[in-house]
């Protein structure tokens, strides 16, 4: 599976636990490449199968069920913009980064006052031990082909963190107050349209599978 995807597709990004290759216009493949990328790929897929989290995530559509070595999500492309964050969230960028500040450090604050969406983003955060600090970098929201703003990666949460990165283990129930240490994420060049020869049966733990890709559409 790397050797193909590093030969024939186009490599979205690569950092030092996990690679993004391009399927197509609407699809990616993160592939993990040690026991640090497998964890955030089970991550991913923990948080995706909680249908209340699903707002503020890329849709899973497959993955490797004998290892959480590979999945296949959305295509999410980079926000350019805090503008472009209000218009897909309805939320100013500065205010969402300080309402993410205040109730993740206070988690007896009562979010029923807040845009519904940022209430989605706040109780996926809590549920799933997400670090705050990634939620307040405009450079980790994206947007989906179906134009949804969600988390470009939300595999590198704090239980992570804690049993791969970090040298001082930490009680795990604690959020993080500041950026994380993520290891740097390459961007590769601009992507491009690339035929994946086969789409993998989506499993039983994932609902939906694959939508009819334009592409496939073209080609009858």
Request: one cysteine or more; hydrophobic letters at 30%; charged letters at 30%.
């Amino acid at each position: 599976m790397v050797q193909y995807a590093v030969e024939f597709l186009e490599t979205l990004g690569k950092g030092s636990s996990r690679r993004a290759f391009l399927l197509s216009s609407k699809y990616a493949l993160k592939i993990a490449i040690n026991e640090k990328g497998i964890a955030q790929n089970e991550a991913e897929l923990d948080v995706f199968t909680n249908p209340k989290s699903r707002a503020i995530v890329a849709k899973v559509y497959d993955a490797d069920q004998e290892g959480n070595k590979w999945l296949i999500s959305d295509l999410v492309k980079p926000l350019d913009s805090e503008e472009e964050f209000e218009q897909l969230t309805g939320v100013k960028w500065y205010l969402f980064s300080e309402q993410i500040r205040s109730h993740m450090q206070n988690r007896g604050a009562d979010a029923q006052k807040l845009n519904p969406w940022v209430q989605a983003v706040i109780a996926t955060a809590r549920q799933n031990n997400l670090m705050h600090g990634d939620l307040r970098e405009l450079s980790h929201w994206g947007k989906t082909p179906d134009g949804r703003c969600v988390l470009l990666d939300y595999g590198f949460n704090e239980s992570v963190f804690q049993s791969h990165y970090s040298k001082t283990p930490k009680p795990q129930d604690k959020t993080a107050t500041s950026d994380s240490g993520r290891p740097p994420m390459t961007a590769g060049p601009n992507p491009t349209k690339t035929s994946w020869p086969h789409k993998p049966k989506p499993k039983e733990h994932i609902e939906g599978g694959f939508p009819e890709d334009d592409e496939e559409k073209t080609k009858r």
